[in-house]
Protein backbone atom coordinates (compact mmCIF):
# COMPACT_ATOMS: atom_id res chain seq x y z
CA UNK A 1 0.00 0.00 0.00
CA UNK A 2 1.45 3.52 -0.58
CA UNK A 3 0.39 6.75 0.79
CA UNK A 4 -1.20 8.78 -2.17
CA UNK A 5 -1.89 12.51 -2.48
CA UNK A 6 -4.48 13.47 -5.75
CA UNK A 7 -2.92 17.60 -5.73
CA UNK A 8 -6.81 18.62 -7.25
CA UNK A 9 -10.20 17.68 -6.92
CA UNK A 10 -11.90 17.74 -10.20
CA UNK A 11 -12.81 15.06 -12.25
CA UNK A 12 -9.62 13.72 -13.34
CA UNK A 13 -8.28 14.05 -10.50
CA UNK A 14 -10.92 12.53 -8.45
CA UNK A 15 -11.16 9.46 -10.59
CA UNK A 16 -7.81 8.67 -10.69
CA UNK A 17 -8.08 8.79 -6.61
CA UNK A 18 -11.07 6.44 -6.95
CA UNK A 19 -9.10 4.23 -8.97
CA UNK A 20 -6.13 4.30 -6.51
CA UNK A 21 -8.49 3.28 -3.12
CA UNK A 22 -10.12 0.88 -4.98
CA UNK A 23 -6.47 -0.31 -5.83
CA UNK A 24 -5.59 -0.50 -1.82
CA UNK A 25 -3.81 2.75 -1.63
CA UNK A 26 -4.10 5.33 1.11
CA UNK A 27 -5.57 8.35 -0.81
CA UNK A 28 -6.19 11.96 0.31
CA UNK A 29 -7.46 14.72 -2.38
CA UNK A 30 -6.26 18.29 -1.88
CA UNK A 31 -7.82 21.16 -2.81
CA UNK A 32 -7.34 25.19 -1.96
CA UNK A 33 -11.31 25.73 -2.40
CA UNK A 34 -12.73 24.74 1.18
CA UNK A 35 -16.25 24.63 -0.07
CA UNK A 36 -15.02 21.79 -2.56
CA UNK A 37 -13.66 19.96 0.21
CA UNK A 38 -16.69 19.75 2.25
CA UNK A 39 -18.74 19.17 -0.71
CA UNK A 40 -16.81 16.12 -1.58
CA UNK A 41 -16.87 14.74 2.17
CA UNK A 42 -20.04 14.80 3.38
CA UNK A 43 -21.39 13.72 -0.08
CA UNK A 44 -18.99 11.21 -1.35
CA UNK A 45 -19.56 12.22 -4.96
CA UNK A 46 -17.90 14.81 -7.15
CA UNK A 47 -20.71 16.18 -9.17
CA UNK A 48 -19.03 16.25 -12.55
CA UNK A 49 -19.03 12.56 -11.61
CA UNK A 50 -22.79 11.44 -10.73
CA UNK A 51 -23.66 8.29 -9.22
CA UNK A 52 -19.52 7.56 -8.68
CA UNK A 53 -19.33 7.16 -4.74
CA UNK A 54 -16.24 7.78 -2.99
CA UNK A 55 -14.69 5.30 -0.72
CA UNK A 56 -15.14 5.82 3.31
CA UNK A 57 -11.15 5.26 3.14
CA UNK A 58 -10.64 8.40 1.12
CA UNK A 59 -9.46 11.66 2.89
CA UNK A 60 -9.76 15.15 2.13
CA UNK A 61 -7.75 18.08 3.19
CA UNK A 62 -7.40 21.48 2.63
CA UNK A 63 -4.00 21.89 4.07
CA UNK A 64 -1.10 21.57 1.38
CA UNK A 65 1.63 20.34 3.99
CA UNK A 66 -0.38 18.16 5.01
CA UNK A 67 -1.14 16.58 1.86
CA UNK A 68 2.53 16.79 0.73
CA UNK A 69 4.51 15.28 3.64
CA UNK A 70 5.23 11.42 4.27
CA UNK A 71 3.62 10.66 0.94
CA UNK A 72 4.84 8.08 -1.32
CA UNK A 73 3.90 9.26 -4.64
CA UNK A 74 1.87 12.90 -5.45
CA UNK A 75 -0.68 13.06 -8.12
CA UNK A 76 -0.72 16.90 -9.72
CA UNK A 77 -4.50 17.00 -11.43
CA UNK A 78 -4.77 20.55 -11.50
CA UNK A 79 -5.71 22.24 -15.19
CA UNK A 80 -2.64 22.86 -17.22
CA UNK A 81 -2.65 27.04 -16.66
CA UNK A 82 -2.29 26.52 -12.47
CA UNK A 83 0.18 23.87 -12.55
CA UNK A 84 3.45 26.49 -12.40
CA UNK A 85 1.71 28.26 -9.67
CA UNK A 86 0.89 25.10 -7.74
CA UNK A 87 3.98 23.60 -8.00
CA UNK A 88 5.36 26.76 -6.63
CA UNK A 89 3.43 26.52 -3.80
CA UNK A 90 4.42 23.03 -2.92
CA UNK A 91 7.92 23.71 -3.49
CA UNK A 92 8.83 23.99 0.47
CA UNK A 93 7.15 20.88 1.12
CA UNK A 94 8.25 18.48 -1.61
CA UNK A 95 11.01 16.06 -0.03
CA UNK A 96 14.49 15.60 -2.32
CA UNK A 97 13.27 12.39 -4.46
CA UNK A 98 9.49 12.17 -4.06
CA UNK A 99 7.77 11.43 -6.89
CA UNK A 100 4.83 13.48 -8.91
CA UNK A 101 3.15 12.34 -11.37
CA UNK A 102 1.14 14.85 -13.71
CA UNK A 103 -1.65 14.12 -15.36
CA UNK A 104 -2.48 17.54 -16.87
CA UNK A 105 -1.84 18.10 -20.54
CA UNK A 106 -0.70 21.12 -21.87
CA UNK A 107 1.68 23.74 -23.08
CA UNK A 108 2.58 27.06 -21.25
CA UNK A 109 2.21 29.75 -23.68
CA UNK A 110 5.48 31.83 -22.35
CA UNK A 111 7.56 29.34 -22.28
CA UNK A 112 6.54 26.50 -24.62
CA UNK A 113 7.27 24.16 -21.92
CA UNK A 114 5.31 20.97 -21.21
CA UNK A 115 3.85 20.63 -17.44
CA UNK A 116 6.96 18.09 -16.82
CA UNK A 117 9.17 20.63 -17.95
CA UNK A 118 7.27 23.68 -15.43
CA UNK A 119 7.53 21.18 -12.83
CA UNK A 120 11.24 20.25 -13.10
CA UNK A 121 11.84 23.82 -12.97
CA UNK A 122 9.63 24.14 -9.66
CA UNK A 123 10.39 21.41 -7.73
CA UNK A 124 13.89 20.24 -9.25
CA UNK A 125 14.26 18.25 -5.80
CA UNK A 126 11.14 15.44 -7.25
CA UNK A 127 11.39 13.10 -9.57
CA UNK A 128 8.40 13.38 -12.14
CA UNK A 129 6.21 11.40 -14.58
CA UNK A 130 3.59 11.50 -16.79
CA UNK A 131 0.59 9.90 -17.22
CA UNK A 132 -1.77 10.26 -20.30
CA UNK A 133 -3.69 8.07 -22.78
CA UNK A 134 -6.99 7.90 -24.00
CA UNK A 135 -9.02 7.91 -20.63
CA UNK A 136 -12.16 9.87 -19.80
CA UNK A 137 -12.81 10.41 -16.14
CA UNK A 138 -16.42 9.40 -16.57
CA UNK A 139 -15.21 6.06 -17.70
CA UNK A 140 -12.47 5.25 -15.50
CA UNK A 141 -14.87 6.00 -12.56
CA UNK A 142 -17.15 3.61 -13.54
CA UNK A 143 -14.48 0.73 -14.09
CA UNK A 144 -14.27 0.63 -17.81
CA UNK A 145 -11.62 -1.14 -19.26
CA UNK A 146 -8.90 2.03 -20.17
CA UNK A 147 -5.23 1.77 -20.92
CA UNK A 148 -2.79 4.39 -20.83
CA UNK A 149 0.94 5.21 -20.61
CA UNK A 150 3.05 6.24 -18.11
CA UNK A 151 6.69 8.20 -19.33
CA UNK A 152 9.91 8.87 -17.12
CA UNK A 153 13.85 10.10 -17.34
CA UNK A 154 14.18 6.66 -15.48
CA UNK A 155 12.61 3.49 -15.68
CA UNK A 156 12.40 2.30 -12.04
CA UNK A 157 9.82 5.63 -11.64
CA UNK A 158 7.91 4.47 -14.76
CA UNK A 159 7.32 1.04 -13.44
CA UNK A 160 6.64 2.11 -9.80
CA UNK A 161 3.87 4.37 -11.26
CA UNK A 162 2.84 1.42 -13.25
CA UNK A 163 2.32 -1.01 -10.26
CA UNK A 164 0.19 1.69 -8.39
CA UNK A 165 -1.99 2.22 -11.31
CA UNK A 166 -2.54 -0.91 -12.52
CA UNK A 167 -6.23 -2.39 -12.04
CA UNK A 168 -8.06 -5.17 -13.88
CA UNK A 169 -9.66 -2.61 -15.58
CA UNK A 170 -7.18 0.28 -15.87
CA UNK A 171 -3.77 -1.06 -17.89
CA UNK A 172 -1.10 1.28 -17.96
CA UNK A 173 2.32 0.77 -20.18
CA UNK A 174 5.76 2.24 -19.80
CA UNK A 175 8.24 4.68 -21.62
CA UNK A 176 10.91 6.54 -21.57
CA UNK A 177 9.75 8.94 -24.08
CA UNK A 178 8.67 12.24 -21.90
CA UNK A 179 8.33 14.47 -24.45
CA UNK A 180 6.40 12.15 -27.37
CA UNK A 181 3.86 11.68 -24.21
CA UNK A 182 3.24 15.26 -23.13
CA UNK A 183 3.48 16.47 -27.12
CA UNK A 184 0.64 14.07 -27.76
CA UNK A 185 -1.37 15.15 -25.09
CA UNK A 186 -1.12 18.65 -25.36
CA UNK A 187 -1.77 18.85 -29.40
CA UNK A 188 -4.72 16.43 -29.72
CA UNK A 189 -7.09 19.10 -27.38
CA UNK A 190 -6.09 21.64 -29.96
CA UNK A 191 -7.26 19.09 -32.91
CA UNK A 192 -9.84 18.43 -30.97
CA UNK A 193 -11.45 21.72 -30.81
CA UNK A 194 -11.44 21.49 -34.89
CA UNK A 195 -13.31 18.17 -34.57
CA UNK A 196 -15.85 19.95 -32.48
CA UNK A 197 -16.09 22.78 -34.88
CA UNK A 198 -16.71 20.46 -37.71
CA UNK A 199 -19.49 18.19 -35.37
CA UNK A 200 -21.14 21.91 -34.72
CA UNK A 201 -21.39 22.73 -38.52
CA UNK A 202 -23.25 19.46 -38.97
CA UNK A 203 -20.66 17.51 -40.81
CA UNK A 204 -19.82 14.26 -40.89
CA UNK A 205 -17.94 10.80 -40.42
CA UNK A 206 -15.86 12.00 -43.34
CA UNK A 207 -14.81 15.21 -41.90
CA UNK A 208 -14.17 13.53 -38.23
CA UNK A 209 -12.03 11.13 -39.87
CA UNK A 210 -9.72 13.81 -42.15
CA UNK A 211 -9.36 15.83 -39.11
CA UNK A 212 -8.22 13.30 -36.66
CA UNK A 213 -6.01 11.64 -39.82
CA UNK A 214 -4.31 15.09 -40.72
CA UNK A 215 -4.26 15.79 -37.11
CA UNK A 216 -1.72 12.84 -36.03
CA UNK A 217 0.39 14.10 -38.92
CA UNK A 218 0.60 17.80 -38.29
CA UNK A 219 1.47 16.19 -34.82
CA UNK A 220 3.76 13.74 -36.08
CA UNK A 221 6.10 16.16 -37.63
CA UNK A 222 6.38 18.49 -35.12
CA UNK A 223 7.16 16.04 -32.63
CA UNK A 224 9.79 14.49 -34.71
CA UNK A 225 11.06 17.91 -35.41
CA UNK A 226 11.62 18.63 -31.34
CA UNK A 227 13.06 15.04 -31.22
CA UNK A 228 9.94 12.57 -30.06
CA UNK A 229 10.01 9.21 -31.05
CA UNK A 230 7.64 8.46 -33.62
CA UNK A 231 6.38 5.28 -32.25
CA UNK A 232 5.15 7.12 -28.92
CA UNK A 233 2.80 9.32 -31.62
CA UNK A 234 1.35 6.32 -33.22
CA UNK A 235 0.91 4.42 -30.00
CA UNK A 236 -1.89 5.48 -26.47
CA UNK A 237 -1.01 8.65 -26.37
CA UNK A 238 -0.71 10.14 -29.55
CA UNK A 239 -3.10 8.66 -32.28
CA UNK A 240 -5.12 7.14 -29.17
CA UNK A 241 -5.68 9.89 -27.17
CA UNK A 242 -6.48 12.48 -30.30
CA UNK A 243 -9.25 9.63 -31.33
CA UNK A 244 -11.14 9.75 -28.43
CA UNK A 245 -10.88 13.36 -27.90
CA UNK A 246 -12.30 14.03 -31.03
CA UNK A 247 -14.93 11.96 -31.37
CA UNK A 248 -16.17 11.38 -27.74
CA UNK A 249 -19.15 12.97 -25.65
CA UNK A 250 -17.26 13.67 -22.82
CA UNK A 251 -14.52 15.32 -24.70
CA UNK A 252 -14.53 19.33 -23.04
CA UNK A 253 -12.60 20.55 -26.09
CA UNK A 254 -14.52 18.59 -28.47
CA UNK A 255 -17.83 20.28 -26.45
CA UNK A 256 -16.31 23.61 -26.68
CA UNK A 257 -15.40 23.55 -30.59
CA UNK A 258 -19.07 22.16 -31.12
CA UNK A 259 -20.81 25.19 -28.95
CA UNK A 260 -18.48 27.52 -31.58
CA UNK A 261 -19.34 25.60 -34.35
CA UNK A 262 -22.46 25.89 -33.59
CA UNK A 263 -21.96 30.08 -33.64
CA UNK A 264 -20.93 31.02 -29.87
CA UNK A 265 -17.79 32.86 -29.08
CA UNK A 266 -14.84 31.44 -27.67
CA UNK A 267 -15.91 32.60 -23.89
CA UNK A 268 -19.53 31.39 -24.41
CA UNK A 269 -18.76 28.03 -25.38
CA UNK A 270 -15.46 28.00 -22.19
CA UNK A 271 -18.39 29.26 -19.96
CA UNK A 272 -20.77 27.01 -21.31
CA UNK A 273 -18.70 23.91 -20.91
CA UNK A 274 -18.06 24.95 -16.99
CA UNK A 275 -14.65 23.67 -17.44
CA UNK A 276 -11.17 24.34 -17.97
CA UNK A 277 -10.67 23.72 -22.25
CA UNK A 278 -7.13 23.07 -22.51
CA UNK A 279 -7.10 23.34 -26.33
CA UNK A 280 -7.58 26.93 -25.73
CA UNK A 281 -4.60 27.85 -23.68
CA UNK A 282 -2.12 25.01 -25.67
CA UNK A 283 -4.10 26.78 -29.30
CA UNK A 284 -1.38 29.44 -29.10
CA UNK A 285 1.66 27.83 -28.10
CA UNK A 286 1.81 25.32 -30.34
CA UNK A 287 1.53 27.94 -33.09
CA UNK A 288 4.58 29.36 -31.33
CA UNK A 289 6.13 25.70 -31.30
CA UNK A 290 5.30 25.46 -35.25
CA UNK A 291 6.53 28.55 -36.14
CA UNK A 292 9.92 27.94 -34.33
CA UNK A 293 10.41 24.82 -35.65
CA UNK A 294 9.41 25.66 -38.92
CA UNK A 295 6.73 23.12 -39.32
CA UNK A 296 3.86 23.52 -41.35
CA UNK A 297 0.60 22.83 -39.21
CA UNK A 298 -2.65 24.11 -41.40
CA UNK A 299 -5.56 22.82 -38.62
CA UNK A 300 -3.56 24.56 -35.60
CA UNK A 301 -3.31 27.79 -37.57
CA UNK A 302 -7.03 28.04 -38.24
CA UNK A 303 -7.83 26.86 -35.27
CA UNK A 304 -5.84 29.60 -33.69
CA UNK A 305 -7.45 32.36 -36.34
CA UNK A 306 -11.06 31.13 -35.09
CA UNK A 307 -10.32 31.49 -31.37
CA UNK A 308 -8.64 34.34 -31.47
CA UNK A 309 -8.58 36.16 -34.98
CA UNK A 310 -12.57 36.16 -35.32
CA UNK A 311 -12.28 33.97 -38.56
CA UNK A 312 -15.97 32.13 -39.00
CA UNK A 313 -15.89 28.67 -38.40
CA UNK A 314 -17.32 27.54 -41.55
CA UNK A 315 -14.63 29.85 -43.29
CA UNK A 316 -12.04 28.20 -41.42
CA UNK A 317 -13.33 25.05 -43.08
CA UNK A 318 -12.71 26.49 -46.55
CA UNK A 319 -9.62 27.71 -46.16
CA UNK A 320 -8.48 23.92 -45.06
CA UNK A 321 -10.02 22.64 -48.11
CA UNK A 322 -9.27 24.85 -50.47
CA UNK A 323 -5.61 24.88 -49.86
CA UNK A 324 -2.72 24.12 -52.62
CA UNK A 325 -2.36 20.26 -53.97
CA UNK A 326 -0.28 18.34 -51.83
CA UNK A 327 1.69 14.66 -51.91
CA UNK A 328 0.24 12.70 -48.91
CA UNK A 329 3.81 10.96 -49.14
CA UNK A 330 7.14 12.27 -50.05
CA UNK A 331 7.09 13.14 -53.49
CA UNK A 332 10.31 11.45 -54.26
CA UNK A 333 9.30 7.94 -53.81
CA UNK A 334 7.96 8.01 -57.38
CA UNK A 335 9.09 5.69 -59.75
CA UNK A 336 8.48 8.12 -62.64
Known amino acids: MKKISIIGTGSWGTALGWLLCNNGHQ ?48 VLAVASPYIRATARQMAPHVQPGQVIVDVAKGIEEETLLTMSGIISQELPQARVAVLSGPSHAEEVSKGLPTTCVVAARERAVAEMVQGVFMSPAFRVYTSPDMLGVELGGALKNVIALAAGVADGLGYGDNTKAALITRGIAEISRLGLAMGARPE ?66 PIVQVVNRVLFENLSARQAVHELMEREKKDELDAGLWEA
Open 232 to 297: TLSGLSGIGDLIVTCASVHSRNRKAGYLMGQGKTMQEAMDEVQMVVEGVYSAKAARKLAEKYQIDM
Open 27 to 74: VCMWSVHPEKLEKLRAERENPKLPGVKLPETMEFTGDLKEALTGRDLL
